[in-house]
């Protein structure tokens, strides 16, 4: 995959991911084109995953025909989804590192503010895994709040 570099900071930080760490022999380049590959994979299915699933129930939520089934698919399939999904956006990043600390990646951004983008970002990832945890067990309390303990709907079919 060849980016066009029109000097845009996105094109630069594309440029990054996409040259990953690749080595001189031509077995690492093969190689990291495969994980380059798996990593797109990995990110664009989980997120058209979890868009099929959303965007429907938002539509038949609206107009208030939302089954349960759906329902119970968008706050049940996140349990798998979400873990896969930031994994491998951690995975990117960890592999951007080498080529954003090389180009020093956003050093321009504050003139007058010493800011590295790369310190910012391995800082970043240290924090991550805390912050996606809690935002992961509030994910079960949205799920507990809407799906109640599995009785509440069998209840209402009766009625």
């Known amino acids: 995959m060849t980016i066009v570099r029109r000097g845009g900071r996105r094109q630069r930080a594309l440029g990054c991911i996409e040259k990953g760490r690749m080595g001189a022999g031509t077995s690492i380049v093969k190689k990291e084109r495969a994980y380059r590959r798996w990593d797109g994979l990995n990110i ?17 939520n609206c107009i208030g025909k939302c089954p349960y089934w759906i329902v119970y698919l968008r706050y049940t399939a996140f349990t798998i989804l979400y873990p896969i999904g930031e994994s491998a956006e951690i995975w990117v990043m960890y592999k951007a590192l080498s080529c954003i600390h090389k180009t020093n990646l956003f050093g321009d951004i504050f003139p007058c503010f010493p800011f590295l983008y790369y310190n910012f970002l391995s800082v970043f990832l240290l924090i991550y895994p805390l912050l996606w945890l809690k935002l992961y067990l509030h994910l079960f309390k949205q799920r507990k709040l809407k799906l109640g303990n599995g009785n509440d709907h069998e209840k209402k079919k009766k009625k």
């Open 44 to 60: 664009g299915s989980n997120s058209l995953l979890k868009s099929v699933i959303r965007y429907p129930h938002h539509a038949l």
